[in-house]
């Protein structure tokens, strides 16, 4: 496995399709009515708060590609799957994408600057690191309000920080497999 910042970056990327894959297995069993409850948080719902994540993820995961047409979609409609079953299969595989991004990175190309394209300004260049470092505090900002909306359901919100700890590897051991990871 790759270490410094390359092994960080994919290390997170890991965790973050873990924590997705988790969470929105967890939200499997709400119905859509429960999924798109409201519920107080930034988002008014589970739907409009994991919804959220998965747009936000597509655009910053496009920069980072530089993907030519990414200003083109800034002001597409956000995606709305219906419920965590159907979203679940668009995140995991845009969080796919996004470790595959990782997978492919060096510690000079993560210093690489890039400049997040946007509609009425040009922000200042930044870093790739920066980039993915505020792609996955924005998932686990996220994460977080969810995980507390859905405390407020029928189902029991699962553990999202026994991913990092040799001690807790069995805990994660099936989810990774599951998802076709080899476990950590």
């Known amino acids: 496995m790759a270490t410094g910042l390359v092994g960080h970056a994919v290390a997170m990327a890991r965790n973050n399709i873990w924590s997705n894959h988790r969470l929105l297995t967890a939200a499997k069993p709400l ?3 429960e999924f798109a409850e409201k519920r107080t948080s930034f ?5 409009a708060t994991l919804n959220h994540i998965l747009w ?12 030519p047409t990414v200003l083109d979609r800034y ?6 799957f219906p419920d965590a079953a159907s979203l679940h299969t668009a995140q ?19 210093a690489d600057t890039i400049v997040l ?8 260049p930044t870093t790739v690191i920066s980039v993915l470092e505020h792609l996955f505090q924005h998932q686990t900002h996220h994460r977080g309000q969810a995980h507390a909306m859905l ?9 999202l920080d026994e991913f990092f700890l040799a001690g807790e590897q069995h805990l994660r051991r099936d989810e990774l497999l599951e998802l076709g990871l080899e476990p950590s």
């Open 31 to 33: 119905t859509q009515a």
């Open 43 to 47: 988002f008014p719902s589970l739907r």
């Open 56 to 67: 936000v993820d597509t655009y910053y995961i496009d920069a980072l590609l530089r993907d």
């Open 75 to 80: 002001h597409d409609p956000q995606p709305d």
């Open 92 to 110: 995991i595989a845009s969080d796919r994408r996004l470790l595959g991004f990782c997978e492919r990175q060096t510690e000079a190309s993560l």
């Open 117 to 124: 394209p946007r509609p009425n300004r040009k922000p200042p």
């Open 151 to 159: 405390a407020g359901t029928t189902i029991k919100p699962p553990q």
